[in-house]
């Protein structure tokens, strides 16, 4: 049985920084993309960072380039998520997603339950 375990969110003030990460069991996702996707109150899920366990490269959403980083660790079950200089607008449910070929929902087979990140002003 697959399952993505995240942890890491929590409260923090405007300017902080917190790190995500996702464990996955159960199989392995080598030859396909892990990453997150965040979905705010009244808002779609939305694409947020994942990396390709196919030559590390990593792809994110345009907004949110030089404050997000995600990496990923040798063994290619774990996928983590460094926020910096956080802001009141990336207050989110946090989602892992893995099995994914590319930056939108339906191209990800398998999912974390979520972890709440909020960023007080």
């Known amino acids: 049985q697959v399952q993505l375990v995240e942890s890491g969110g929590g409260l923090v003030q405007a300017g902080g920084s917190l790190r995500l990460s996702c464990a996955a069991s159960?199989?392995?996702?080598?030859?396909?993309?892990m990453g997150w996707f965040r979905q705010a109150p009244g808002k779609e899920r939305e694409f947020v960072a994942a990396v390709s366990w196919i030559g590390g490269k990593a792809y994110y959403t345009d907004s949110l380039k030089g404050r997000f980083t995600i990496s990923g660790d040798n063994a290619k079950t774990t996928v983590y998520l460094q926020m910096n200089s956080l802001k009141p607008e990336d207050t989110a449910v946090y989602y892992c997603?893995?099995?994914?070929?590319?930056?939108?929902?339906?191209?990800?087979?398998?999912w974390g339950q979520g972890t709440q990140v909020t960023v007080s002003s």
């Open positions: 997603a893995a099995a994914g070929h590319g930056s939108t929902l339906d191209t990800y087979d398998y």
């Open positions: 159960g199989r392995t996702f080598s030859s396909y993309r």
